[in-house]
Structure formats: C-alpha cells, structure tokens
C-alpha cells in the first residue's frame, strides 16, 4: 500500500519568513495530493490539493509543488503569520480510490 | 450544510464499559471514514464505507471494535468493552468525488 513521510516533524519560523514542508510517498499510481491544517483542538481541514496532471498550485500565500518523477511534493507559506501555527498534514491518494494515506504531521510555529 | 457532525465530542468512561461514537456525514457524500488521532500514532484510518458498504475494515485495531453505517446519514463506532489505551481523538470524514474529506469536530474518547 501507500506510504507518505513527511518532514520535518516540527518547524519554527521567525513571523514574515517562508516555511517549507515536504512528503514522499512509495505508490507511483498516486495522483491526488491533499493538504491539510489542524489548529490546535480542532479538527483537519483542507487548506489546498494538487492532482497529477499540475506541477504547481497557488492560493494566496500558500502553494504547493508537486514532482512526479521523484515522488515527493511540497507545501510552501510565504509571509508567514501568527495564525498559520498548526500542525500540517499531507496525504496521498489514487484518484477514483478514497482513501487517503497521511503523513504525520509537521507543528508548524510562527514565532512573533 | 452543517457539515460533518459527530457525538458526543467529550466522553469519559470506564474500563470495560461499552462506547458508541456516532456520525452524521454531509449530505451526498458517498464516502464515510473513521479515523482515531494519537500524539505517537497520528491518523490512524479504521475503516470505511462507500455507498454504505464497509469497503477497508484493515485498520480496525481488534475485535472490540465494530462499525455500522445502517444507511446515508448515519455511522456508528462502537468499543466494547473499552481500555485505557482506547484514548484518543476519533474524528469521522465524508468525502464526495472529486473533492477532499471533511472532517468532524472529533470525539475526544478518554478511558480510565
């Protein structure tokens, strides 16, 4: 089955600075690559997804980055703030096939 | 559309005790998941269904735990008899092609 590893575990950003986040996953059939953000006690939510036929997604100070060939995509914020402070999560998916692997979470903390 | 809604979000109960955790998915969404949240496990998928139909039960940890989904609007986790290392957060998701999941505010299961 799928595997997801995501990297780095935890993150501390200085507030206005970009952070990067990034997973590799094993299954070369996945095409649907989901992120999501969980704020502290609350539940996960999608912030942005890319299927296989972008290279590159952007919403806002948000993207995502997507490499086929090495298998392994990635989460950028840029102009971090406060409110970004969260635990982040990537997930991988074939498309047509709900299920979604997830990696385990990167803490992600803006530092004022 | 209220969203995914779960109950009870706090339960507390002793060891042995039977626990049902329950589920309403957002309507015409086909697909319904559970998942259990750890610090040392992360996302864990227990099981899900597409149009009602248990499809992947493989992460349901043991015996002691069941899932129904009787019909569209509603799902059940049952945990019986309940241990301490049941704790954990249970959220559910429903996902309807070709979008992403939406979570639940999760069940917050603690077992003294």
């Known amino acids: 089955g799928e595997n997801v590893e995501q990297h780095p575990s935890t993150l501390s950003v200085q507030e206005g600075d970009s952070a990067v986040i990034k997973c590799t996953y094993s299954?070369?059939?996945?095409?649907?690559f989901p992120w999501y953000k969980q704020e502290l006690g609350k539940r996960p939510q999608l912030i942005i997804d890319?299927?296989?036929?972008?290279g590159e997604k952007k919403d806002q100070r948000i993207a995502v980055t997507l490499n086929k060939t090495a298998k392994h995509f990635s989460l950028h914020i840029t102009e971090t703030q406060p409110e970004d402070s969260a635990v982040y999560f990537c997930?991988?998916?074939?498309?047509?096939?709900?299920?979604?692997?997830f990696g385990t979470g990167t803490r992600l903390t803006i530092i004022p | 559309d209220a969203g995914v809604i779960q109950s009870p979000r706090h339960e507390v109960t002793e060891m042995g005790q039977e626990v049902t955790l329950r589920c309403k998915p957002i309507?015409?969404?086909?697909?319904l998941f559970w998942y259990r949240q750890t610090m040392m496990r992360g996302l864990e998928l227990l099981i899900y269904?597409?149009?009602?139909?248990?499809?992947?039960d493989s992460g349901m940890p043991e015996d002691r735990f069941s899932a129904k989904m009787p019909n569209a609007s509603f799902s059940t986790l049952k945990i019986q008899p309940s241990e301490p290392r049941d704790s954990a957060v249970y959220f559910c998701?429903?996902?309807?092609?070709?979008?992403?999941?939406?979570f639940g505010s999760g069940t917050r299961l603690t077992v003294v």
């Open positions: 997930a991988a998916s074939f498309f047509g096939n709900e299920k979604l692997t």
């Open positions: 299954d070369s059939a996945s095409n649907y």
């Open positions: 890319i299927r296989s036929n972008v």
């Open positions: 309507s015409g969404h086909n697909s």
């Open positions: 269904f597409n149009n009602n139909v248990p499809i992947d």
């Open positions: 998701a429903s996902m309807e092609m070709p979008s992403g999941y939406t």
